[in-house]
């Protein structure tokens, strides 16, 4: 037995391409922000920043675990992003795609976990596939939300309204870790 369990190099390798992933949709839900800002929604703006501030601590929880396992974090290029966007509901539709595709990739870091029978990465594994249903969820519930006023201007105004209201709270494992 070793006294110490290091990381895999297959983990390692999957979890330093998942701090990429998660600053890739940090920058696509910035571009919604500002293509929403550009469209004149301010709410649905704040909805998708808060969103942007969420991925960038995900990003963050990600470097901190491979910190914590004495594994080297290295960042790679961030690609480009799309700029502008049909509606509003055509955004919550990509934001529940991507949020689809995201679990994915979760859940196949779990996988490679599982495989390594590495229990502290399953466990901070556990935190995210947790994090992954509310995401998808929340994604649906915009759906329907934008779906139930569509063609109805005064209905996304109080919409939008509703979504400037949304705030941001640090999520947990961030929570104590200042
Ligand atoms: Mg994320």
Same mark, same amino acid.
């Given at each position: 037995m070793e006294d110490k369990i290091m990381l895999s190099t297959k983990l390692h390798q999957a979890i330093n391409a998942q %701090? !990429? *992933?998660? $600053?890739?949709? *940090? /920058? $696509?839900? $910035? *571009?919604? +922000?500002?293509?929403?800002? *550009? &469209?004149? /929604? &301010?709410? %649905?703006a704040n909805w998708f920043f808060v969103q942007f501030k969420e991925e960038q601590d995900h990003a963050r929880i990600f470097m901190n675990y491979l910190n914590s396992r004495d594994a080297k974090v290295e960042l790679l290029p961030i690609e480009a992003v799309p700029s502008t966007w049909d509606s509003v509901l055509d955004m919550f539709k990509q934001t529940l795609e991507h949020e689809k595709k995201v679990t994915a990739l979760i859940h196949n870091l779990a996988v490679i976990a599982n495989d390594d029978k590495d229990y502290a +990465?399953?466990?901070?594994? !556990?935190?995210f596939i947790d994090e992954q249903v509310e995401e998808e969820e929340s994604a649906r519930d915009m759906i329907a939300a934008t779906e139930a006023v569509e063609g109805n201007k005064y209905g996304m105004y109080m919409l939008d309204k509703e979504l400037a209201a949304r705030t941001y709270n640090t999520p947990s494992p961030l929570a104590t870790a200042e």
């Open positions: %701090v !990429n *992933a998660e $600053l890739w949709s *940090a /920058y $696509l839900y $910035l *571009a919604m +922000s500002l293509d929403a800002e *550009a &469209k004149g /929604y &301010k709410g %649905v +990465s399953i466990s901070r594994l !556990n935190w």
